[in-house]
């Protein structure tokens, strides 16, 4: 991978040289109504490529600070969720410790009790 990454950065930088070379002239540059002044044409076309090369480097970096900043609430959010889930664990967890473990809550008719309250109201 280093090798294409060298590669590539080497014919870029060829070209930008042979660009350089090849486009020596001045040109005027006009920023009304603020500035005015000449410049070599390789000056000004590699200058724009070099901002927005850095422009778009820094808009990376910013999603990638978002992002950063995103998934440590995420991580935060989880931590937090986890330690809740621990603590109502272990409150679900000592009533079983207590021996009320297997004791139902709802209370379950048994067969008997219907036929006891039709005959007691009958």
Excluded: H
Excluded at 45 to 69: D, M, N, P, Q, Y
Excluded at 92 to 103: F, I, L, N, Q, Y
């Amino acid at each position: 991978m280093k090798f294409a990454y060298w590669t590539f950065a080497g014919i870029l930088i060829v070209t930008a040289v042979l660009f350089a070379l090849s486009n020596r002239e001045s040109i005027d540059v006009r920023f009304w109504p603020l500035l005015d002044f000449a410049m070599p044409t390789y000056v000004v076309v590699l200058g724009a490529f070099a901002i927005g090369f850095l422009s778009g480097g820094f808009l990376f970096w910013l999603r990638a600070l978002a992002a950063k900043a995103k998934e440590k609430s995420t991580g935060r959010r989880a931590d937090r969720l986890q330690r809740e889930l621990d603590a109502l664990q272990t409150k679900d967890d000592s009533p079983k410790a207590s021996g009320t473990a297997g004791t139902s809550v709802i209370p379950v008719a048994t067969p008997a009790e219907p036929l006891q309250r039709q005959q007691g109201a009958g």
